[in-house]
């Protein structure tokens, strides 16, 4: 007879056993008693937690608690910066915020898209390749309409490829390509930001496999992405933000 | 978005925070940094995903961080009880008080596991998303935590059920 298996016990515990199995470690736990004690215990230790703690959700739930929800709002409303001004919090209530995250938001999913579009690339990554870096800067900031830098991540392992121009939604974007000694691939893509100037916390999102942290500076938006963990990201993309804002 | 998707869910917040830190103060504490956390980061929820799974993933961070920040007293003082059976009181019976004090002599990863099991009722796949832990973590844990609350609790039976307020 094979041992009894301890994922099974638990599974029984829990009311989750498909009925044949159950029914197998029935006539097993009667030939064993001492497992069948424990699976006894262990059903009782969840019907006394249930006992003990049940009761709090009849509990009325403190003001205070309720009351989270405005409070963060605008705070949140704040954090986003979104049209700050001229904007009630009614304006909020009714539903329209949703355009305050939509912004952000959507950076992120235009710069993963690129990072998926480009990253792949093997013979025309870039445009233009990092042999001519000052070129390269140079004709992406006309484009954009402002002093761009490509940051250096050199010590991290990240050698800069180069560099094209795309087309967003507010109209060119610059996208920096870096790639490591393995061949992993980053991306940094710019773009002109609607609205008033602002500026946002650093924020990640994650789209299908393409990890990105973006933020928004001013009248530009700043994604980096790569297919990689977060907190991998997170090193470079650190850098890559305290590099832009110095 | 409609505020009461995540309001219905906070009777059952508090529940979970005060079987896993006990004071009732300190739970609600939780709850509400849980609540803050919840609503500043609600547009990386996905509409359609499990929202409590997502609320209890909120929670076990902002647990953890706190534990490792502020190190709860209760948490410290609990988690240095010595592993001795709760000895029956009056008549060989057990009571719910035991319970609690052996939930609590339990060290709080173990703890987080039983309770989002047993109360929380999440299956063992929710707890391990939950918790960020692979599923065989979620079963060895559980599987300790059982085991050490039987022994405290000397195997024997509960007969009698005192609800305690």
Redesign the interface.
């Known amino acids: 007879m094979k041992a009894l298996d301890e994922t099974d016990v638990h599974t029984y515990v829990d009311g989750g056993l498909p009925e044949s199995a159950k029914a197998e470690l029935d006539a097993r736990l009667r030939a064993h008693p001492e497992d069948a004690e424990r699976v006894r215990a262990y059903t009782e230790q969840n019907a006394l937690l249930r006992s003990l703690y049940n009761p709090v959700l009849d509990e009325p739930v403190p003001a205070a608690l309720l009351a989270v929800h405005p409070r963060a709002w605008r705070r949140y409303a704040v954090a986003a910066g979104t049209f700050a001004l001229g904007i009630g919090l009614g304006w909020l209530v009714r539903g329209e915020f949703v355009t305050q995250i939509v912004v952000p938001v959507s950076i992120a999913r235009l710069a993963a898209t690129a990072h998926a579009v480009y990253a792949p690339e093997v013979r025309h990554p870039v445009e233009v390749s990092a042999k001519e870096e000052d070129h390269l800067v140079g004709w992406l900031s006309k484009r954009l309409g402002t002093t761009l830098k490509a940051p250096k991540l050199a010590p991290l392992g990240y050698e800069l490829v180069g560099g094209r121009l795309l087309s967003g939604p507010q109209g060119p974007v610059a996208q920096f390509m870096y790639q490591d000694a393995r061949g992993q691939r980053l991306t940094l893509y710019v773009s002109r930001q609607r609205g008033e100037p602002r500026d946002t916390a650093f924020r990640f999102s994650q789209e299908d496999r393409v990890s990105v942290f973006y933020w928004v500076d001013g009248n530009y938006g700043y994604a980096l992405s790569g297919e990689m963990k977060r907190d991998q990201l997170l090193q470079v993309a650190e850098v890559v933000y305290k590099q832009l804002n110095p | 978005?409609d505020?009461r998707l995540?309001?219905e869910h906070?009777?059952?917040l508090?529940?979970?925070a005060?079987?896993l830190v006990g004071d009732r103060y300190v739970a609600?504490d939780l709850?509400?940094d849980t609540?803050?956390r919840a609503?500043?980061k609600f547009?990386?929820w996905r509409p359609g995903s499990d929202l409590r799974a997502w609320l209890f993933t909120i929670m076990h961070n902002v647990f953890v961080n706190q534990a490792r920040r502020r190190r709860y007293e209760i948490e410290q003082a609990m988690d240095e009880l010595p592993a001795v059976a709760v000895r029956a009181t009056q008549g060989e019976q057990l009571e719910?008080q035991d319970?609690?004090r052996v939930?609590r002599s339990l060290p709080s990863d173990q703890r987080e596991v039983?309770?989002l099991?047993?109360?929380e009722?999440l299956?063992?796949e929710q707890v391990s998303r939950a918790l960020g832990i692979p599923i065989g973590t979620v079963?060895s844990r559980?599987?300790r935590a059982?085991?050490r609350?039987?022994q405290l609790?000397g195997?024997q039976?509960?007969t009698s059920?005192k609800?305690?307020?």
Do not use: F
């Open positions: 978005m505020r995540i309001i906070i009777p059952r508090r529940r979970y005060r079987a609600d709850v509400q609540l803050e609503w500043n547009y990386l719910l319970v609690d939930l039983v309770l099991v047993a109360v009722q299956t063992y079963m559980l599987s059982r085991e609350m039987r609790l195997g039976p509960v059920l609800v305690v307020k």
